[in-house]
Structures are given as C-alpha cells and as structure tokens.
C-alpha cells in the first residue's frame, strides 16, 4: 500500500489536511519499551506549524492522542496508534481553487487520478501535514535507537545562497547547533516572503553507532531504505550519500576510502566519501545524507494556470502558507533515518 513502510517495522500514515484528524499506525516496536511524551513532544514541536514569524500562521497544538498499543505508558506489543486532532483548518481558503491547479502542487495529476472526488483542500492527502504523524513515529524511533547508542541528527545545511558548514564526515556533531536559521538565512526567508515568493534550501543528516553490514543489497540496501522514506516528505526533490554528486569530478584514488586500523584496534576508514553506506550495506563510519528542499509551492504572487477544463486563467493563493520550509523539514528528516534504520535493525535481529 502507498501509505504504508517497512518490512519488520511497519508504519502506517492516514488522514488529510482538512479533515477532522490525522494519524499513524506502527507495528513492529519491541514490547516493553517506554517511550519519553515528553521528549517526543518537544519533538513534534520543531515541526509544528506557527511556531516563529517565518512559519505559517495556521496554530495546531500537533499533541498525539495513543489509542492503542500502550500500557501504563509501555509499549505491550500491540500496534501503536495515534491520532492528531486538526483545530485550526480554514477550508474556506480553498474555495476559489476547487477548479483550478495550483503550480508546483499535485492537484492536477490527483484530479486526473481521483477525479471529483479528490480532496484538495490544503493538499488533502499529499500535504505536508502528514509529516506529523511520520514525526510520532519517527520520534518514538529515535527514542528506541538513543537507548541502544544510535544518535541520529539533521540540520540546515543552506536556504537560498546562506550556507553553514557541513558535518564533519568522520566525526559528526550531534546534536547539531544548526538546526534553526542563521541570521542570514532569516534574512534570505524574509526577503523571499516580502516578495510574496519562497525559498528553498538543504538539509544535512547524519547516524553515528551503527553496526557494520546493516542493510540488504540491491533492492533493500541502506540508501534505498532511506531514499523511500525521505521522498515521503513533500517537497524534497533530491537525496545524496557521502560526497554525493561531487564525486563526479572526483578521481578514484581521492574519492576512495582507505582502510586502517585505529588505537583501539577497529577498521575504519580515513575519509568518508561514502557516507557510511557501501554496497548498500552499512561500514560503522558515520552515516552522512543530505536532501534537497524546493522553494514552498504557495506563493502571494498571481500565477497562470488552467481550469480542469482547459481554459487558460490566473489565480492568487490565499491561506496561510510557509515562506520556507526547510526549517520544518529537519525533524521529518531525522524521523526517516530513525525509521529507516530501526526497520533495518528490527529485520536483521541485531
């Protein structure tokens, strides 16, 4: 199913944008685990909407209601189930688009696929509100994953043309003090609003802990994994490895990663070109990815499109809508790599 990842640890994620809730199913999570609510709070909290001046003003309190899978705050071995109620829609925002694709968005293929029945208010199905519920279970993830030594942290890397510096690639720092917008990043958000337009930018992700030959070549290697789950996040239209396209103007003897033997007698690697993945198999060096965020597809400014008939016209989007939102990818990010590494885990019984 479309809405559904993994092979021992299954997510399942449900609701739309506009409608009177969303939620995510998980099986697979060890019973006997007992998850921190209120670090997982916080969690949801870097992704909730209107939290700053540079986010969307829609307020959603984001706090997950566990219906299932949960005893005396343990993890019993059912699966979880939480629900996140949607209190602050305003479906009238759509009502002059109801005809009309908006560009950059999925309406036009959803109309062709669904037809009249799609639900385009706010995105339905393909919003970025369902990035929510993939936090709660990326959350619980990450939670599981610390406890057994597997650090897992993302940040901004740039929006528009300010940058940071990347993770050193041997010795990452997690937790990362990137993780909001620098001055100049601010800066390059609150131009692109005052334009009514977007910007978009990078966010850079890396695990430390794991073990070696984590992952299954060639359809369920550790990039393929990760690269499903990360594309899930609407909006992400790249995802690189390592030194990722650089290595295109690389020569074989730079880009190769040469094996010694450290002081406490373990093999590694002097560079880390490979991101910690090789063959698809995971080398104990940290694991290094990054995606590519596009500029938000609602923007102030007047645009042409057509009507589902055909008909040549212009539209303007009303609503409340992130002038960037890099900021609030970097927990969904975080959530993936947690997934996607537990499922891996969880598969090979490590």
Known sequence: MSNTFGRALKLSIFGQSHGPAIGMSLEGLPAGFRPNMEALQSFLDRRAPGRGEHSTA????????????????????????????????????YVNLQELP????????????YGPFYDGRGGGKFSGRLTAPLCIAGGL?????????????????????????????????IPSVYRTPTE?????????????????????????????GLGEPMFDGMENRLAQLLFAIPGIKGVDFGSGFDCASMVGSRHNDQYYVNQDGKIQTRSNHAGGILGGLTTSMPLILRVAVKPTASIGREQETVSYRGQPTTLRIRGRHDPCIVPRVVPCVEACVAMGILDALLEARI
């Open 58 to 93: 829609r307020r959603e309190a984001d706090v997950p209601e566990f219906v299932s899978g949960l005893l005396d705050g343990v993890t019993c071995g059912a699966a979880l189930c939480a629900l996140i109620r949607n209190s602050d829609a305003r479906s009238e925002d």
């Open 141 to 173: 993830c990450l939670q599981f994953l610390e406890e057994r030594g597997i650090r897992i942290g993302a940040r901004i890397l740039r929006i528009g043309k300010a940058e940071n510096p990347r993770f050193d690639p041997l010795s990452p720092d």
């Open 184 to 212: 100049e990043m601010y800066e390059e958000i609150a131009l692109a609003k005052n334009n009514e337009d977007s910007v978009g930018g990078i966010v850079e992700c890396a695990a430390t802990g794991l073990p070696t």
């Open 102 to 113: 908006r560009p950059s968005h999925a309406d036009y293929p959803a109309w062709v696929k």
